[in-house]
């Protein structure tokens, strides 16, 4: 393949923009493609070249690019305007859809982005409980926000350190970190510091990382050790939402969250976040109570028409349940192939998320690390040049869309098998 429109766009955006790219997990060395258009299952680079896209946007294109039902919802809402500063009907049609789906979700506040959510859900969770410290998952991400900015795999009873310069220490001594999958470690740290915890926020699924599947009765336990100490459970289901199941991983495992975050899908690639639950925690947020949280893009309308649009064609056409069907048997094609050709690999995943660990499988955030991560990008470029776009980490998670289809996965497992050595 020929990239060197996208070498060339690379070399001027490191003369203006940091690092050549507005998101770091884009910069792909030596270079990143460049995006011109995008269509079904396909994405094509400024070179001409067409990729079959699991990458997906790192997750909202559910349906897959560029779908006419989105499309037209924003056209509509287009001709009418696309920002006014004031509530519009949109918002109330979209809040009872996503509280249809999500029951636990009584109240909710729309934002513009995942990140916005999940740092509203915390300040909200600390005044709704008057409590500062909060757990993270070791590996868990939530945002580029100071709060949860902390260095993954640190001592679960230990004060986080910022994971990044400019970030107070102030800011993370709240923030504890307790592994995946270990409820033993969990209950010793909200035990230590039951005075002052306010909440857990966790992936239900690890998407940020894998996909890492929770173990056993693990979120169910999780659940009622947060609620006999009074500790307000919150569910980032930033990826796992609308995806997993109509109602996400609340859903699909059986779990009642007091919080809950919602983003990607939900927007139907509109930037959109979702932060709600019970609706006596969800009263304190201004104008109605004391926790404040503004923004102007709250609730934008085009963001609104997408959601609601999405949201109505994946009930009609029972989305999920056909994409859960798909993943398996995707899942099922590649672990065939990476079994014969590495059996020290392992293929995971569920519904329509799937990964491929270079190395076992793993159960929690420093299993992962033991992963050939050098390897997989290897691989990744290889994959690229037959016409396959993975996301660039081995620790992302891969997406499959309604578009995918049957000789995308029969093309994408042929080019595994060739590159995979």
Partial sequence: MNFEKSEELYKTAKTLIPGGVSSPVRAVKPFPFYTVSADGSKIYDEDGNAFIDYCMAYGPMILGHNHPVIKQAVENQLEKGWLYGTPTALEVEMAERVKGMYPSMEMMR?????????????????????????IKIEGGFHGAHDAVLVKAGSGATTHGEPNSPGIPTGVTEHTLQVPYNDIEKMAEVIEKNK??????????????????????????????????????????????????????????????????????????????????????????????????????????????????????????????????????????????????????????????????????????????????????????????????FLPPSQFETNFISLAHTDEDFRQTAEAVEKNLI
Avoid: W
């Fill in 110 to 134: 729309f934002v513009s982005t995942g990140s916005e959510a999940t740092m509203s859900a915390i300040r909200l969770a600390r005044g709704y409980t008057k409590k500062n410290k909060i």
């Fill in 195 to 388: 005075k002052d915890m306010a909440a857990v926020i966790l992936e239900p699924v690890l998407g940020n990382i894998g996909p890492v599947l929770p173990k056993g009765d693990y979120l169910k336990e999780l659940r009622a050790l947060t609620a006999e100490n009074d500790v307000l459970l919150i569910f980032d289901e930033v990826i796992t939402g609308f995806r997993l199941a109509p109602g996400g991983a609340s859903e699909y495992f059986g779990i009642k969250p007091d919080l809950t975050t919602l983003g990607k899908i939900a927007g139907g690639g509109m930037p959109i976040g979702i932060f709600g639950g019970r609706k006596d925690i969800l009263e304190l947020i201004s104008p109605s109570g004391p926790v404040y949280q503004a923004g102007t893009f709250c609730g934008s309308p085009c963001s609104m028409s997408a959601g609601i649009a999405i949201l109505d064609y994946m009930k009609e056409h029972k989305v999920q349940e056909t994409l859960n069907k798909r993943g398996d048997i995707f899942r099922k094609m590649l672990s065939d192939v990476v079994g014969d050709k590495r059996p020290d690999y392992y293929v995971g995943g569920l519904s329509s998320l799937f990964v491929i660990f270079f190395g076992g499988k793993p159960l929690n955030y420093q299993e992962v690390l033991k992963c050939d991560a050098a390897s997989y990008m290897e691989f990744f470029h290889r994959m690229l040049k037959s016409g396959v």
